[in-house]
Nanobody
Framework: QPQLVESGGGLVQPGGSLRLSCAVS????????IAWFRQAPGKEREGVSH????????YYAGSVKGRFTISRDNAKNTVYLQMNSLKPEDTAVYYC???????????????????WGQGTQVTVSS
C-alpha cells in the first residue's frame, strides 16, 4: 500500500524558515511526480510546488516563487519543501501527493494525484 508521510511542520515567526519532508513507502519514488498542496481554514486546497519524477522540472505557485524550493532524493524515498521568508498567509496544512509521471498534465490539478499524505500543520505567527 503506497504511503506518504509529511513531517517538519510547526510554529515559526514571520521571516523564518521550515523544511518539510515527505517520506514515501510502498512504491518506487523514481516513477512518480510529487506535489505539495496546502489548505488554510475556510479556503480551498491549492497547489504550492511540484517536482517531476526525475527532478528536472519544477513548478511553483506565484505566491511562493522565490521563497520555497522543492527537491527530491529518490535514494532516500523523500521529497523536501524548503520554505524561507515565511509569511502569516503561508499558514495552512501542507500535504504531499503523488501521481504517475505526467509531462503534459497541469501540475496542480488535484484530481490527477492518487495518494496523499495526512498533512502537517504550518503556522506562521509572531
Amino acid at each position: 500500500q503506497p504511503q506518504l508521510v509529511e513531517s517538519g511542520g510547526g510554529l515559526v515567526q514571520p521571516g523564518g524558515s521550515l523544511r518539510l519532508s515527505c517520506a514515501v513507502s510502498g512504491f518506487t519514488l523514481n516513477y512518480y511526480d510529487i506535489a505539495w498542496f496546502r489548505q488554510a481554514p475556510g479556503k480551498e486546497r491549492e497547489g504550492v510546488s511540484h517536482i517531476s519524477s526525475r527532478g528536472d522540472i519544477t513548478y511553483y505557485a506565484g505566491s511562493v516563487k522565490g521563497r520555497f524550493t522543492i527537491s527530491r532524493d529518490n535514494a532516500k524515498n523523500t521529497v523536501y519543501l524548503q520554505m524561507n521568508s515565511l509569511k502569516p498567509e503561508d499558514t495552512a496544512v501542507y500535504y504531499c501527493a503523488r501521481r504517475t509521471s505526467s509531462t503534459f498534465v497541469a501540475p496542480f490539478n488535484p484530481l490527477t494525484y492518487d495518494y496523499w499524505g495526512q498533512g502537517t500543520q504550518v503556522t506562521v505567527s509572531s
